[in-house]
């Protein structure tokens, strides 16, 4: 990294310079005093926890917020960014995490959406195609400009958002959680595409949790905490234990420290299962496989292959089509999910927002939530407020959730400290069997360590987990076996110290 570092030319005015930025959102200062500067043809990373302000201060960046006071330079020059048209004109573009394509178009298609060259579409469709095929020569993103983007591979539809980007001139990419939807490979493969922009003079901003990649892919790192920048170091120059202290301002168990399973018996079965959608399609494809008491199973794959709707099926949120789920040799398929939980499943599902929470009650009715008819919360219709809070209070405490208020409103509350909240109702009701969706998913570094070890303290309680993540080290590091998915099939069974290629290629269908 030192010698690319040297290859960066610090004598000509910096690609970004943000000078003094502020913002507030009413009571909370979102970023204070911010000050940076990105290296012209250089790869620069931005870490920091949930809510540290990183993704306010690129979306200041991009136009889509307006600072409260400080100056944005572009290439040494002060810049107005009002909105995103005027940071595409600036020579600005954004990756999103969440792709920003027209799904039914083609990818010419979607290049030309908002920049079709006039009123004559032919002859911005030749053009939109000769730039294509340009940039493809150039930079190595080569994609079928004919192809429908929902057919395209994830790797592919990121590229595909690149490829608008470079079209409308961006001298500056903004890449926010560029690889939470790839694979192993198809991240490589995207760092090898980075790389080669920054060779040819392209300077781009890298928004990741992810600090392996910081150390793998940038020249230089900066770290935001709680609004402030806290630190910036060249790359070679760090670790990922300092970068990691910086972020959370202690010190950070890296790795999941666990010692081995004691497997007793199997108390999850699931035979021949099968599960299809609405239209008929089918997600999950005669999936079978055993979970035994004092052991985590985890179900690698890239989202989108089944895993979701196998966790529903089995939690009870989606009737199977076939097949057999046994439960401590009861069969429960069809069950709802209030039976479920009545037997001792208890559920940790991947999208908190839409299945975990409602974030429009406070935290205590959370906390409760899906087991508020338990006897010791009230009786009949009428719920015990005192009891309520009381069990609140225990879980805040014990599972470190800030703020430490159970009557304030669960969307007031990070992502972190949200999913806290449902991993401490689910595990502090003592379930005989815990499916865990996501367990990380969107949490900073300081929350995972400390929600990994809860559910390691579970397993070696005695508990059946089951643990579905498309982070493949989390799923490495928390498995005692991994299963793999792809298409809606189980294509193997790995032990955790199985390889990341072998693992990937498997989760890309390539290998069994």
């Not at 790869?43 to 540290?52: P, Q």
């Not at 010190?251 to 035979?271: M, T």
């Not at 367990?439 to 397993?459: L, M, Q, S, W, Y």
């Amino acid at each position: 990294m030192s010698a690319i570092w040297s290859l960066i030319d610090v004598s000509q005015a910096p690609a970004i310079e943000l000078i003094g930025i502020e913002k507030r959102f009413g009571a909370v200062h979102a970023n204070k005093n911010i000050n940076l500067t990105v290296a012209k043809g250089s790869i620069h990373g931005i870490i920091g926890e949930n809510g540290a302000g990183k993704s306010t201060l690129m979306s200041i960046l991009y136009g889509f917020y307006q600072a409260d006071g400080g100056t944005i330079k572009i290439d040494g020059k002060p810049t107005l960014i009002r909105d995103s048209q005027a940071a595409i004109a600036a020579g600005i573009g954004m990756v999103h995490q969440h792709f920003m394509l027209v799904e039914n178009f083609t990818v010419v298609e979607n290049l030309m959406l908002g920049a079709e060259g006039g009123a004559f579409l032919a002859k911005g469709t030749a053009a939109a195609r000769a730039s294509l095929k340009r940039l493809a020569d150039d930079y190595g993103l080569e994609v079928d400009p004919d192809a429908v983007v929902e057919e395209l591979a994830v790797g592919l539809q990121q590229r595909v958002e690149i490829l608008k980007a470079m079209y409308r001139g961006a001298e500056i990419l903004i890449l926010d959680e560029p690889t939470g939807v790839l694979t192993p490979s198809e991240a490589d493969h995207l760092f090898k595409i980075l790389g080669v922009l920054r060779d040819q003079g392209k300077t781009i901003v890298l928004i990741t949790h992810k600090l392996r990649e910081i150390m793998a892919i940038t020249d230089t790192v900066s770290v935001m905490r709680r609004g402030e920048m806290v630190a910036t170091r060249k790359t070679s120059e760090t670790t990922v234990e300092e970068l990691a202290e910086l972020m959370v301002g202690r010190r950070v168990l890296l790795h999941v420290d666990k010692g081995d399973a004691k497997p007793g018996e199997v108390f999850l079965s699931v035979h021949n299962l099968t599960v299809k959608d609405s239209r008929g399609v089918t997600m999950v494809d005669n999936v079978s496989f055993d979970v035994r008491h004092g052991e985590i199973v985890g179900i690698a794959g890239v989202a989108g292959n089944g895993q979701s709707e196998l966790l529903e099926a089995i939690t009870g949120i989606r009737k199977p089509t076939s097949g057999e789920i046994f439960i401590g040799g009861r069969n429960v398929a069809g069950l709802d999910p209030a039976a479920l939980r009545s037997i001792g499943l208890a559920h940790i599902p991947e999208d908190r927002h839409h299945m975990g929470l409602v974030l429009s009650f406070e935290e205590s009715e959370n906390a409760i939530l899906g087991y508020h008819r338990d006897e010791k919360y009230g009786k009949g219709l009428m719920l015990d407020p005192d009891a309520i809070r009381k069990a609140a209070v225990e879980e805040i405490e014990k599972y470190d959730i800030r703020p430490p208020n159970p009557r304030l409103k669960t969307a007031n509350f990070s992502g972190g400290n949200q999913q806290k909240i449902v991993v401490a109702r689910e595990i502090e009701r003592d379930p005989k069997l815990l499916i865990v969706g996501q367990p990380t998913r969107g949490v900073d570094i300081g929350a995972i360590e400390f929600i990994h070890k809860r559910i390691i303290e579970t397993r070696d309680s005695g508990k059946a987990i089951l643990l579905v993540s498309v982070e493949l080290d989390e799923i490495r590091s928390l498995s005692d076996r991994i299963l793999v998915m792809f298409a809606g099939k189980i294509v193997g069974e790995k032990m955790p110290d199985a390889g990341e290629q072998t693992l990937g290629l498997m989760m890309a269908g390539i290998a069994a």
